[in-house]
């Protein structure tokens, strides 16, 4: 996670000193930056909720929110709460498609994840998305907003 950190803090600096000419080739470079760096937030992110959901309270604030299905809730302790008591023992999941963006000038990140996921024994994975905030807090990023959705199909 250290490396998620000092990368995306690296390139959202560079991004802001240097002057990369016009407006739109420093939003696609900025762009290209943070989605470098939430590679590495995600891989982390889904590594921990496999093999132990509670870890993950360390990445959420007091004020973080997630909105898990229809549940909504609001600070570390209830979110690493929320995920560690989930009704399933194992899981393991598989992103499929990964998309960031940067979202505010204090060097925020939006991310947007798509996946598959098998709990326990069942052999037919289902589908999901996954968006999180994360902002910059003393130099390193926490989710501020996270919301998880299963895909249902029609």
């Known amino acids: 996670m250290a490396d998620f950190i000092n990368i995306a803090r690296k390139s959202s600096a560079s991004n802001r000193r240097c002057n990369h000419g016009p407006r739109q080739d420093r939003s696609t470079r900025g762009a290209e930056a943070a989605e470098h760096g939430t590679e590495q937030f995600t891989q982390f992110y889904y590594k921990t909720f496999d093999e132990n959901r509670f870890k993950l309270k360390t990445l959420y604030r007091g004020q973080s929110m997630l909105t898990f299905e229809t549940t909504a809730l609001r600070g570390a302790d209830a979110i690493a709460e929320k995920l560690a008591t989930l009704p399933f023992e194992k899981v393991v999941h598989k992103v499929a498609t990964l998309d960031a963006q940067p979202s505010n000038d204090s060097g925020g990140i939006l991310v ?39 895909v249902y199909p029609h």
Do not use: C, H, R, W
Request: aromatic letters at 12%.
């Open 112 to 150: 947007m994840v798509t996946g598959a996921l098998l709990v326990d024994e069942e052999q037919q994975p289902m589908s999901y998305s996954q968006v999180f905030q994360l902002v910059q807090d003393a130099g390193s990023y926490f989710v501020l907003n996270d919301i998880f959705k299963l």
